[in-house]
């Protein structure tokens, strides 16, 4: 007999909200808990001025590791030096030449942030906003709110795949908070109460180093698995932003009830953490093992797309 999927909402009905906590109006959610102390809480982890920027590179000849059904981006010439050859560039007095170009690409395609109404269920978005207003452009809860704010406070990195012994973790591999906090451990840290959490899988190098083909067939991405304690424990630990090297943040199917993405509406649309995907994650962690030092201030500012459900952003982390 086939497996009945439940729906998320009805997988998720004794989950935690974090609706109307900030208020009716609310649309950057668990960004709330990034006070100025969190700022600088993460300021004061800052040791040594080493920099690392965490977007993967838009327009790599390899493509970009987008969700299966989204084109990679695509830039194209719109003005270079061959055209001032054929003499159709401007002519500027003075002789100036330029070069212009323009980009196509989905606003998940690259590093990103999701804005919180994202994905829903039952017709409802974050806060309880309708899913109405994502119509023609998402009206309430769109990734504005999020760029005007801007996201900073205390980074911790924990590399699952490091303490899992791989240089990737496998296609459907899933793991849990108490394999987070287990991996902390082994690192000698601490998952702190606001902490913006990044969690490497090496699963977005894998795109870089497989076929794309290959990368593609019967494709389902490693990551966090749903269960109601794990829930339980980001809603306890108030975490403000989730980072991944993934493309979505958590394993494709949910092994235990086989629903797609449950974390997407637990975490994202139930809790109002955002979730950030496709971060490119290698450096910041092989420099991490080489100092012990796991922790950082993180600073994001995703672009400021008015009704956007995503954009794209370059994170920065000061060690
Ligand atoms: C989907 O929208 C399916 O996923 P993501 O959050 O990765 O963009």
Same mark, same amino acid.
């Given at each position: 007999?086939?497996?009945?999927?439940?729906?998320?909402?009805?997988?998720?009905?004794?989950?935690?909200?974090?609706? =109307?906590?900030?208020?009716?109006?609310?649309?950057?959610?668990?960004?709330?808990?990034?006070?100025?102390?969190?700022?600088? *809480?993460?300021?004061?982890?800052?040791?040594? =001025?080493?920099?690392?920027?965490?977007?993967?590179?838009?327009? @790599?000849?390899?493509?970009?590791?987008?969700?299966?059904? *989204?084109?990679?981006? !695509?830039?194209? @010439?719109? %003005?270079?030096?061959?055209?001032?050859?054929?003499?159709?560039?401007?002519?500027?007095?003075?002789?100036?030449?330029?070069?212009?170009?323009?980009?196509?690409?989905? %606003?998940?395609?690259?590093?990103?942030?999701?804005? /919180?109404?994202?994905?829903?269920?039952?017709?409802?978005?974050?806060?309880?906003?309708?899913?109405?207003?994502?119509?023609?452009?998402?009206?309430? +809860?769109? +990734?504005?709110? %999020?760029?005007? *704010? =801007?996201?900073?406070?205390?980074?911790? /990195?924990?590399?699952?795949?490091?303490? $899992?012994?791989?240089?990737?973790?496998?296609?459907?591999?899933?793991?849990?908070?108490?394999?987070?906090?287990?991996?902390?451990?082994?690192?000698? +840290?601490?998952?702190?109460?606001?902490?913006?959490?990044?969690? *490497?899988?090496?699963?977005?190098?894998?795109?870089?180093?497989?076929? $794309?083909?290959?990368?593609?067939?019967?494709?389902?991405?490693?990551?966090?698995?749903?269960?109601?304690?794990?829930?339980?424990?980001?809603?306890?630990?108030?975490?403000? @932003?989730?980072?991944?090297?993934?493309?979505?943040?958590?394993?494709?199917?949910?092994?235990?009830?086989?629903?797609?993405?449950?974390?997407?509406?637990?975490?994202?649309?139930? %809790?109002?953490?955002?979730?950030?995907?496709?971060?490119?994650?290698? /450096?910041?962690?092989?420099?991490?093992? !080489?100092?012990?030092?796991?922790?950082?201030?993180? +600073?994001?500012?995703?672009? !400021?797309?008015?009704?956007?459900?995503?954009?794209?952003?370059?994170?920065?982390?000061? !060690?």
């Amino acid at each position: 007999m086939e497996k009945q999927i439940p729906g998320v909402g009805e997988l998720l009905k004794n989950a935690p909200k974090n609706w =109307g906590r900030w208020g009716a109006e609310d649309e950057v959610g668990s960004l709330n808990f990034l006070t100025s102390a969190e700022v600088l *809480r993460g300021v004061g982890s800052v040791k040594q =001025g080493k920099t690392f920027t965490l977007q993967v590179q838009m327009g @790599n000849p390899k493509g970009d590791p987008v969700w299966p059904g *989204r084109d990679p981006s !695509k830039r194209m @010439n719109v %003005l270079d030096e061959g055209h001032f050859l054929c003499g159709k560039g401007p002519a500027f007095p003075g002789g100036l030449h330029y070069a212009d170009d323009v980009m196509f690409m989905y %606003l998940q395609g690259s590093t990103q942030y999701d804005a /919180l109404g994202h994905v829903w269920c039952d017709g409802k978005l974050y806060n309880g906003y309708d899913a109405m207003s994502t119509i023609g452009g998402m009206s309430k +809860v769109s +990734v504005l709110p %999020l760029a005007e *704010r =801007g996201i900073v406070g205390r980074g911790m /990195l924990i590399d699952m795949a490091r303490h $899992r012994g791989k240089t990737s973790l496998d296609p459907g591999e899933t793991f849990t908070h108490e394999d987070l906090l287990a991996a902390a451990k082994k690192q000698g +840290v601490t998952i702190e109460k606001h902490d913006i959490l990044v969690v *490497r899988t090496g699963w977005i190098s894998a795109f870089y180093e497989k076929d $794309r083909v290959e990368f593609y067939k019967n494709f389902v991405e490693p990551g966090l698995t749903y269960t109601p304690e794990l829930v339980d424990w980001f809603h306890k630990m108030e975490i403000p @932003n989730l980072v991944t090297d993934t493309i979505a943040n958590e394993v494709t199917i949910d092994p235990v009830s086989g629903a797609a993405l449950p974390l997407h509406i637990a975490l994202m649309s139930y %809790l109002g953490i955002t979730f950030t995907e496709i971060a490119q994650l290698d /450096l910041l962690a092989a420099d991490c093992e !080489k100092d012990g030092q796991w922790s950082f201030l993180y +600073v994001a500012a995703p672009l !400021k797309v008015v009704n956007g459900s995503g954009a794209p952003v370059n994170p920065v982390v000061i !060690k």
